[in-house]
């Protein structure tokens, strides 16, 4: 039994951070976001998404028109321009583990020297 995920506007909204669901939010019509705040209140229902959502359906209430933006389109945290290159165990560094007692620069004493 589907339960209504593969009909919603956004594909994987589920699974889109808050930051991409902003963006991506402003490409649909007030009926969309609409199905989007029913969806969203019967299930995972966070404050920060449904504030998110009403914010937008006001404005399209207001008179702003949904963006040319695709729905489907890359997401900003799937594009290809992350700084870095990619850390693998032949890349990685070596794991650092804090010495058992004092610091790096100041050792502790064994127990049999003190005086």
């Known amino acids: 039994m589907a339960d209504g995920r593969s009909a919603l506007p956004l594909p994987d ?3 889109l951070p808050i930051g991409g ?4 939010v402003r490409s649909l019509s007030a009926e969309e976001v609409e ?10 229902d966070r404050l920060p998404v449904t504030e ?14 949904p963006t040319g ?3 489907t389109a ?3 945290e ?10 693998s165990p032949a890349t990685a560094g070596e794991p650092l583990s804090p010495p058992p007692h004092g ?7 064994p127990k049999g020297d003190r005086m």
């Open 78 to 87: 799937q594009g290809q321009g992350h700084a870095g290159s990619p850390v």
């Open 103 to 109: 610091t790096p620069d100041q050792r502790g004493k």
């Open 21 to 24: 669901l902003e963006s991506r």
């Open 52 to 65: 998110l959502l009403t914010a937008r359906l006001e404005q399209l209430h207001a008179g702003a028109e």
């Open 13 to 15: 909204y589920d699974h």
């Open 69 to 71: 933006g695709d729905p």
């Open 74 to 76: 890359l997401r900003p």
């Open 35 to 44: 199905e989007l705040i029913a969806y969203e209140r019967t299930h995972a």
